[in-house]
T-cell receptor
């Protein structure tokens, strides 16, 4: 079974600064998907960014980028130019490719991101 | 498209009561899942389905039943609610034909069992 570990229960950053959220995972599979989800107080799960394991290039979505280190099984999220609207819980998640990912996502415990004005 | 919808948004039960959490999707997705979210625990998979008539257990299935009679609906049943089932419940759907097999989440149901 896969496991996902987020070692930072809470992070704080000044508005306009850059912050990096850590995620490590354990798997015996060679191909898989990795995701970062944002959960604001409304509790809606919002997909922030995704990465396919077989792609070496790190994914980027506007101010959000990842540092994917497959050998180290590390998948960190970098948020540049932090904004007040980025304040939320952030979850790292793993999804198997085998079986079309039918058995859902494995989530980390989350990191609470605080943005200081 | 409404996406994934869940009802109710909030529910309070007494220990021993039964209820069904409703989930529906209008994207013709084959896969549907139920997760629960507890403080400090992230989301954990309860049950999932790969199509009408086919369901399977996830990480934390005890105390919950599911069935999938149509592609659109995937209800979650609590037969005898317990305080340990106090949680926020999320339904999600996806398709193996989709890019990254992305899961689409409903808005969640907050359940309190007294």
């Amino acid at each position: 079974a896969q496991t996902v570990t987020q070692s930072q229960p809470e992070m704080s950053v000044q508005e306009a600064e850059t912050v990096t959220l850590s995620c490590t995972y354990d798997t015996s599979e060679s191909d898989y998907y990795l995701f970062w989800y944002k959960q604001p107080p409304s509790r809606q799960m919002i997909l922030v960014i995704r990465q396919e394991a077989y792609k070496q290039q790190n994914a980027t979505e506007n101010r959000f980028s990842v540092n994917f280190q497959k050998a180290a099984k590390s998948f960190s999220l970098k948020i540049s130019d932090s904004q007040l609207g980025d304040a939320a819980m952030y979850f790292c998640a793993y999804r198997s490719v085998s079986g079309g990912g039918a058995d859902g996502l494995t989530f980390g415990k989350g990191t609470h991101l605080i943005i200081q004005p | 498209n409404a996406g994934v919808t869940q009802t109710p948004k909030f529910q309070v039960l007494k220990t021993g009561q039964s209820m069904t959490l409703q989930c529906a999707q209008d994207m013709n997705h084959e896969y549907m899942s139920w997760y629960r979210q507890d403080p400090g625990m992230g989301l954990r998979l309860i049950h999932y389905s790969v199509g009408a008539g086919i369901t399977d257990q996830g990480e934390v299935p005890n105390g919950y039943n599911v069935s999938r009679s149509t592609t659109e609906d995937f209800p979650l049943r609590l037969l005898s609610a317990a305080p340990s089932q106090t949680s926020v419940y999320f339904c999600a759907s996806s398709t193996p034909r989709g890019l990254y097999n992305e899961q689409f989440f409903g808005p969640g149901t907050r359940l309190t069992v007294l």
